[in-house]
């Protein structure tokens, strides 16, 4: 592609654009929360590319552990550890 071309001498928008690859692959139970994450990465890029990097390399390993482990977990485990809120599990879809 002659976008990737051109991202050639970036390392980051390298490594940004394989880690939105391997985001968009997941199921859309698991891929919200990380899609968040790497969007904030994302925008953090723009303003601090070092500190972005750093964020990206821990995002990354975090992503290798949730591919590795989430065959043996519920899908709203898997993500990123359980629920976001303790008692989002008991919630029903429009309360």
Do not use: W
Not at 12 to 28: E, S
Not at 50 to 58: H, M, Q, Y
Not at 84 to 95: A, H, K
Request: hydrophobic share 35%; net charge negative; proline share 6%.
């Amino acid at each position: 592609m002659a976008a990737d071309d051109r991202l050639e001498d970036d390392e980051l928008a390298r490594r940004l654009r394989d880690a939105h690859r391997r985001v968009r692959m997941l199921p859309a139970a698991r891929k919200e929360r990380l899609a968040r994450r790497y969007l904030a990465i994302c925008d953090l890029a723009k303003r601090d590319p070092e500190r972005a990097a750093a964020r990206l390399e821990a995002f990354l390993a975090s992503l290798d552990e949730t591919v590795a482990g989430a065959g043996d977990k519920p899908p709203c485990e898997a993500a990123d550890g359980p629920f976001d809120t303790p008692r989002e599990g008991e919630n029903t879809q429009g309360d």
